[in-house]
């Protein structure tokens, strides 16, 4: 084989060498940005569940604190009523310590239904905020993963621009010293 077939066979090796690279380069990048999409898709499906279970969980909360008033208004309704007929049987129903008594135990009965409907609505308002928090946080990082993808199909299509010119650059650089010499 002469000089100029060797040449010719080196560059055309080359060249599919280059085109292979950049094939690869570009498959790369793709497969790549695939993936990255399979992990924001992830991400989201992990914020819809994570605000999801902030709003069951408050719903909980809320079920559960209607549940706890109605047996503290039973219960208080029970220590009333024993109150009042110990009062009575004392022979001080109707006056106005009775009266007293009874006023006092409804007021601190008022408050006590309004301390657990308070306390159930900060538990609520704080377990959908943690359910929104967790969704923003994953919605975050699904944006991220679909940039990243982005960036790698970029990075491989570069790659694979380098690898071609690369690739043309020594066999420009073949061909001149061959026919140079």
């Given at each position: 084989?002469?000089a ?10 080359q ?5 292979y ?28 569940l ?35 007929a ?61 940039l ?34």
């Open positions: 084989m002469g100029g077939a060797a040449t010719g066979v080196g560059m055309g090796m060249a599919a060498g280059g085109i690279g950049a094939y690869g380069s570009v498959l790369g990048g793709q497969m790549q940005s695939q993936y990255y999409s399979y992990l924001a898709n992830q991400s989201k499906m992990e914020a819809a994570a605000a999801s279970a902030g709003n069951e969980a408050a719903k909980e909360t809320e079920t559960s604190a209607g549940f706890e008033e109605k047996i503290m208004q039973r219960n208080e309704a029970r220590a009333l009523g024993a109150q009042t110990t009062l009575a049987a004392n022979g001080n129903g109707g006056s106005v310590t009775a009266q007293n008594v009874e006023k006092s135990a409804m007021n601190t009965s008022a408050l006590n239904l309004e301390a657990v409907r308070y306390n159930a609505d900060t538990k609520a308002k704080s377990q959908v905020e943690a359910g929104e928090l967790g969704a923003l946080n994953y919605s975050m990082n699904a944006s991220m993963d679909e990243a993808g982005a960036n790698a199909k970029i990075a491989g299509n570069m790659n694979a621009v380098g690898t071609i010119l690369g690739s043309g650059g020594s066999m420009a650089s073949q061909w001149y010293r061959y026919t140079q010499g």
